[in-house]
């Protein structure tokens, strides 16, 4: 069974960092695209990063984060981390990783037929 478990969520002060892991598990199938989805109350879901799992292509997803967020992958542990610096309150939210098999609309949604639980992050003093 296909799993997808993320973890280093947390209480952040403004101007810190932080980095979210997802653990992907349960599958035998090469290649897949891993993103970063994020959620704040009253906020719909928002593409924040994806990379594929071939190494060939990684993105940020919103303007929100460039020049801020970095995703990563060690294909040995099935781990795709997101590395996040300078944040921001607004930056606060659930984020979820998710597994899709399939290439395009890698920032939506929509394209992802697996998820994690999720994790909080607070930004705040």
């Known amino acids: 069974q296909l799993q997808l478990v993320e973890s280093g969520g947390g209480l952040v002060q403004p101007g810190g960092s932080l980095r979210l892991a997802c653990a992907a598990s349960?599958?035998?199938?090469?290649?897949?695209?891993i993103g970063w989805f994020r959620q704040a109350p009253g906020k719909g879901r928002e593409g924040v990063s994806y990379?594929?799992?071939?190494?060939?292509?990684?993105?940020n997803c919103a303007d929100s984060v460039k020049g801020r967020f970095t995703i990563s992958k060690d294909n040995a542990r099935r781990t795709v981390y997101l590395q996040m610096h300078e944040l921001k309150p607004e930056d606060s939210a659930v984020y979820y990783c998710?597994?899709?098999?399939?290439?395009?609309?890698?920032?939506?949604?929509?394209?992802?037929?697996?998820w994690g639980q999720g994790t909080q992050v607070t930004v705040s003093t």
């Open positions: 349960g599958f035998t199938f090469d290649y897949y695209v």
């Open positions: 990379i594929s799992s071939d190494g060939g292509t990684d993105a």
């Open positions: 998710a597994l899709s098999q399939s290439w395009g609309s890698t920032c939506y949604d929509y394209t992802y037929a697996y």
